[in-house]
């Protein structure tokens, strides 16, 4: 086999390898106001699909803003209790999710800035426009 076989895996081979961890189910509740807000719970439940009391619910906001370049999801986890104390929090969570965002695009354009952009070609012979020593001014008078 050679170098190239052995560092591509067959996708069903690793699809044949997912296990389900027993240990850790929930089951998927989903709950909206049919306006703007979605809460998620994940309801901890034991391998016979009966509750789980001995493990926290998990909960999450989901919402769609509209942005310059169109719908934009945003999803949050939000430390809650109960049902309505994630009701509660919910602006809370999708605000930092927001945050979140604005700072990883902030980020992202920093970095492009900074970036070098070399030329692949090099500089042309004679150190490009104007020749040797730059672009001076044409005709060189005293001005």
């Known amino acids: 086999m050679s170098s190239d076989e052995e560092t591509q895996q067959d996708p069903l081979q690793s699809i044949a390898d997912i296990e389900v961890d027993p240990n850790n189910l929930y089951r998927e509740e989903v709950f909206t106001d049919l306006r703007i807000a979605t809460i998620r719970r ?6 016979d699909g ?4 001995s493990r926290p619910a998990l909960y999450s906001a ?3 803003l509209m942005s310059q370049a169109g719908p934009l999801p945003v999803e949050s986890p ?5 049902l309505e104390d994630a009701a ?8 930092q999710a927001v945050d979140r965002l604005v700072e990883e695009a902030r980020e992202m354009r920093r970095r492009e800035a900074s970036r ?6 090099g500089m042309p ?3 490009g426009p104007g020749g040797p020593g730059g672009g001076g001014i044409i005709g060189g008078g005293n001005f």
């Not at 994940?42 to 391998?47: G, I, M, T, Y």
Request: hydrophobic share 35%; charged share 15%; glycine share 8%.
């Open 116 to 121: 070098i952009v070399v030329p692949s070609g």
């Open 42 to 47: 994940l309801v901890p439940v034991n391998s």
């Open 78 to 82: 939000i430390e809650a209790t109960s």
């Open 62 to 64: 989901q919402t769609t």
């Open 88 to 95: 509660a929090k919910f602006p809370e969570a999708i605000q």
């Open 50 to 53: 009966s509750d789980d009391p």
């Open 125 to 127: 012979p004679g150190g």
